[in-house]
């Protein structure tokens, strides 16, 4: 386990619903970031939060929602998804936001993997 | 354009070999590099960092290199076993600008018993 925990773990949704992905994290970090890995793709950052404020958002379409009510928790609310954003969606934290000189490495949740009909 | 380019078809090897995986990095300026695992259905696991001003790093079987002329890590496997069959990731942290890490496609290891 490394700390980082996502539910669920599986998620088959309409393309009308909505629905949202919880991340939790046990390890006192102070950064947490959403990424998306699609087959054969490298994966792709969406959201970084840094002391519950966001920093970077990706270019990701206005469909995908995030929310860092605490340090601890990070969601991703979703609605009118497309078949393509089908795919396995990754949490992670750092103890502090990725820079030049923090020298950090990523703990990454197991992933949520999402199915849009 | 950027890119991270990590070889896209599987690595087969037979056990207690050596394996040897590349990340070839074109138009990035990295601070530093990390090499992931990453298992079927499941999240990555940090292996290692190096950073720019070092060119070796190691930990038990595991080694990387860094060659910030060539643009190019190299990570080592030693020993290797069938249990380290997995997709190894490489990912760039820059100096400037985006404060997450960049990965690679992954390179695919398949250690034969």
């Known amino acids: 386990e490394t700390g980082v925990t996502q539910t669920p773990r599986h998620l088959v949704m309409g393309m009308t619903n909505k629905k949202s992905l919880k991340c939790e994290q046990h390890?006192?970090?102070?950064?947490m970031y959403w990424y998306k890995q699609s087959a054969k793709k490298p994966l792709e950052l969406m959201f970084v939060?840094?002391?519950?404020?966001?920093?970077e958002n990706n270019s990701v379409p206005s469909r995908f929602s995030p929310e860092c009510p605490n340090s601890s928790h990070l969601f991703l609310h979703l609605h009118t998804l497309q078949p393509e954003d089908s795919a396995l969606y990754l949490c992670?934290?750092?103890?502090?936001?990725?820079?030049?000189?923090?020298?950090?490495?990523?703990?990454f949740g197991p992933g949520t993997r999402l199915t849009v009909l | 354009s950027q890119k991270i380019e990590q070889n896209s078809e599987a690595l087969n090897i037979q056990e207690g070999k050596t394996a040897t995986l590349t990340c070839n990095y074109t138009?990035?300026?990295?601070?530093?590099l990390q090499w992931y695992r990453q298992d079927p259905g499941r999240g990555p696991v940090f292996l290692l960092l190096?950073?720019?001003?070092?060119k070796e790093k190691r930990k038990e079987r595991l080694k990387v290199t860094f060659d910030t002329t060539l643009k190019q890590s190299l990570f080592h496997i030693t020993a290797s076993q069938p249990a380290d069959s997995a997709t190894y990731l490489c990912?760039?942290?820059?100096?400037?600008?985006?404060?997450?890490?960049?990965f690679g496609s992954g390179t695919r290891l398949q250690v034969q018993p």
């Open positions: 190096i950073r720019e001003n070092e």
């Open positions: 138009n990035y300026s990295p601070a530093y």
């Open positions: 939060y840094s002391l519950e404020e966001r920093v």
């Open positions: 390890l006192g970090h102070n950064a």
């Open positions: 990912a760039l942290v820059m100096d400037t600008g985006r404060r997450a890490l960049t």
């Open positions: 992670a934290s750092s103890q502090r936001i990725l820079a030049a000189h923090t020298y950090n490495e990523q703990f």
